[in-house]
């Protein structure tokens, strides 16, 4: 039995089979992380949606920035963009099925056997591991409860950018989203800068990527995300692992054995 940690796969599904051939993937024995979206942008969304949806308990999912845009628009908030390659499962017969799924999934995964957690961007450097699981949590409870779309229409924003306990409501709720599925360049203290997507290089004055200040997870805790693709996996770093090898740009998707570390990865060419 062995348990594989998966970079975003954006609609990509022939590359996630082949490298699901490569790892000689047991669907009896294995388990399968994703690190948030599933979706989007790529040419299979929704056959990717029905394919992840399929694996039942033998997989393990957490939101990221596209499953909640996909999300939203279901509900009528937002927009769809030139680049989403979304209407095919907003179309589907069994979209109701598949959205209430996906809607129902975290923020944060975290196994105390392996000790990793999974959040789609990261985990800000104000958090400890206790405090990001009862944050996503919160945002949890919302997204399936009666207030969800309260949350979808005030979701495309960035402010507050720094967490404040104090912070209440809708407002509270969008900063640990963002966080968690849009974070990539901070403050020691957690101030986010949203619009930088390059690599590390390109941080703003008093900024850096997320992994670069000292973390307050337990000791020798693993964290596994995606989001990132400008960092072409590479984080210097032993305990921090980026997935998203930009499979939907051309780059190729990216497996890690959770037991051992090991890599695995296969090209995309869509």
């Given amino acids: 039995m062995a348990t594989y940690a998966i970079g975003d796969l954006q609609g990509c599904l022939t590359p996630l089979l082949n ?18 979206d599933l979706i989007n942008r790529g040419p299979e969304s929704l056959a990717t949606l029905r394919f992840v949806y399929s ?22 908030f937002g927009r769809l963009k030139k ?22 999934q975290p923020l944060c995964y975290f196994d105390q056997t392996l000790n990793t957690v999974m959040t789609h961007a990261g985990i800000p450097p104000c958090w400890d591991l206790s405090q990001t699981l009862s944050y996503s949590q919160e945002v949890t409870d ?8 309260d949350f979808f229409n005030i979701m495309y924003g960035s402010d507050p950018h ?3 306990n104090s912070v209440s409501g809708m407002e509270r709720l969008r900063i640990i ?15 986010l800068d949203l619009k930088s997507k390059e690599g590390p ?32 996996g590479k984080v210097n770093h032993p305990n921090i692992h980026a997935l ?9 998707l990216t497996a890690m054995r959770l037991d051992d570390r090991q890599l695995f990865s296969t090209p995309c060419s869509l």
């Fill in 177 to 191: 989203v963002n966080y968690l599925t849009r974070m990539r360049f901070c403050t020691a203290s957690g101030k």
């Fill in 19 to 36: 490298l699901l051939n490569t790892i000689q993937y047991n669907p009896e024995q294995d388990q399968l992380w994703f690190a948030g």
């Fill in 83 to 104: 680049s989403d390659t979304l209407k095919e499962i907003l179309n589907a017969p069994d979209r109701d099925q598949l959205l209430d799924w996906l809607q129902s």
């Fill in 201 to 232: 290089s390109t941080a703003k004055k008093h900024y850096s990527p997320w992994f670069s200040y000292p973390s307050k997870l337990p000791k020798d805790c693993q964290v596994v995300f995606g989001h990132w693709a400008a960092l072409e």
């Fill in 244 to 252: 998203d090898t930009g499979c939907v740009w051309g780059g190729s």
């Fill in 142 to 149: 919302t997204l399936t409860g009666d207030h969800a779309d």
């Fill in 162 to 164: 720094q967490w404040d």
């Fill in 55 to 76: 694996l039942g308990d033998k997989a393990r999912v957490v939101l990221g920035n596209h499953d909640l845009h996909l999300l939203a628009l279901s509900r009528g």
